[in-house]
């Protein structure tokens, strides 16, 4: 079955350190996002991607960047660990134009000390 | 500025009973809207959608409905089940532009009592 797979699934750094978290999924879809999620912030996008090397900025996108060298990974790589940067972070995937449905992975639980 | 609003942190609804998440918008320019549903350590999952052409859709026990005159949608639950228990978020699209987003709302915490 084709899915959207995150890891690592937890991972705990220091302030000031880079981290990358990758995302890999095998549905072939052009688009690809990564979403962070915060108590009374519900579900924010950080960048996003509508194809091969195509990115663009969400609305949270400062400290974070992203590379799609290919169509299934979007890696997102945090320059400089901060404590705000303390999150659950998910990507996810759709095809192509409007109205259809954005698959998430399970999430990646970053802690920043 | 918050396109997509769920004023609703909380509800808690008896077994059986209908539970109702309710959704605001404020950009016109929204053509699909979703509900996704979130267990505790897990991603969101797809529920159901609805296009703006419609302002009803139906998928068992789950109805979403889309007001768009009052830039409203709400996702209609019958009957309520324990493990219905989750974080509901809803979700809203636009082409523009030659491109798209979803933009989603900060989630109602639905809690169904046995």
């Known amino acids: 079955d084709a899915e959207i797979t995150q890891s690592p699934r937890h991972k705990i750094t220091e302030t000031g350190r880079q981290v990358t978290l990758a995302c890999h999924q095998t549905w072939n879809h052009n688009n690809m996002f990564w979403y962070r999620q915060d108590l009374g912030h519900g579900l924010r996008l950080i960048h996003y991607?509508?194809?091969?090397?195509?990115?663009n900025k969400g609305e949270v996108s400062d400290g974070y960047s992203v590379s799609r060298s290919n169509t299934e990974d979007l890696p997102l790589t945090l320059e400089s660990a901060a404590s705000s940067q303390t999150s659950v972070y998910f990507c996810a995937s759709s095809e192509s134009g409007t109205g259809n449905t954005i698959y998430f992975g399970e999430g990646s639980w970053l802690t920043v000390v | 500025d918050q396109q997509v609003k769920q004023n609703s942190p909380s509800l808690s609804v008896q077994e059986g009973r209908i539970s109702i998440l309710n959704c605001d918008y404020t950009n016109s320019m929204f053509d699909y809207f979703l509900w996704y549903k979130k267990y505790p350590a897990e991603g969101p999952t797809f529920l159901i959608s609805i296009s703006s052409i419609k302002d009803k859709n139906e998928d068992g026990r789950f109805t979403v409905f889309l007001n768009k005159s009052a830039k409203h949608l709400s996702l209609h639950i019958v009957p309520s089940q324990p493990g219905d228990s989750a974080v509901y978020f809803c979700?809203?699209?636009?082409?523009?532009?030659?491109?798209?987003?979803?933009?989603f709302g900060t989630g109602t915490r639905l809690k169904v009592l046995a």
């Open positions: 991607s509508y194809g091969v090397h195509d990115t």
């Open positions: 979700a809203a699209t636009s082409f523009v532009s030659g491109t798209y987003k979803y933009i």
